[in-house]
């Protein structure tokens, strides 16, 4: 069985990275415009702070986790947005008090979770190493559409190992949520590592998911693949390639998170 100890501490490191991104910014910079379309810095932020404790809640209240599922079933397409956007109009200084409490009362009782203990959620029940995973996943994405609107660089990191896999785990997920059938046939995924020079190109080790000899592939930089499957850049400005048809439809559509796909990112340079 794999140690899940890593996951929480890349959870950390992961949260205290975008910390320290966005730990001084002007109350100007929490109102910039992000890519995701209506939400600000501060709505980053806000999401992932209420993502945070709707998790705690399910880790530790599972009355009240309830009523949250139910204001979800209630708004489906709007649930998500109403949670930021509350967030959002706090004072830049209490949002991120509160998303830093908030984090670090999630990592305490997930780290110290019993072992085959499992948590309700909006989707199925998950143990602690795998919430901490989407959490992980999630702070990267959210803070990936920071990063680009305050325009600067993140050297990627092997953390990125748990978004690859998320991935990879959810390729049938991201056929089922567009009414598409999932191929039967597993696929080869084969992604480089980050090689620590901080340009995401890869060079690294090599991260293997798959039969070997399997016909459909994926190849391509860990960073690139982790893009698309947050659909936080277009297929056709990154490096992953697909061998097969099936595989080249999921590149298309891969999302390593749950809910709707939602528009994606336009290609650079498109026109409105």
Known sequence: ???????????????????????????????????????TVAHQIAHLAWTDRSALLAATDLAA?????????????????????EGAGLPPARLLAE??????????????????????????PMSGASM????????????????????????????LRHVARIGVRARDFAFGVRGLTPP???????????????????????????????????TGPALDFCLLVTRRAHRADLAVRAQGADADRWLDIAQAFAGPPGTGRPPKGATE
């Open 99 to 124: 998303w830093r409490a908030g984090r670090d009362a999630l990592h305490k009782v997930l780290s110290s979770a019993p072992r085959g203990v499992r948590f309700p959620w909006y989707g199925p």
């Open 1 to 39: 069985m794999t140690d899940p100890t890593p996951v929480f501490d890349d959870l950390r490191d992961e949260s205290e990275e975008l910390d320290r991104l966005v730990g001084e910014l002007s109350e100007e910079d929490w109102a910039l415009a992000t890519p995701a379309a209506g939400w």
């Open 132 to 159: 901490a995973t989407a959490r992980l996943m999630e702070t990267w994405a959210h803070g990936q559409d920071i990063a680009d609107a305050l325009h600067v660089m993140r050297p990627p990191t092997d953390r």
């Open 65 to 85: 986790f309830g009523a949250e599922v139910e204001k979800a079933l209630a708004a489906p397409d709007r649930f998500v947005d109403e949670g930021a956007e």
């Open 184 to 218: 039967e046939e597993e696929f080869r995924v084969e992604l480089t590592s980050p090689a620590g020079d901080g340009d995401g190109d890869g060079g690294g080790e090599l991260w293997t998911y798959g039969p070997e000899d399997a016909a459909q592939r994926v």
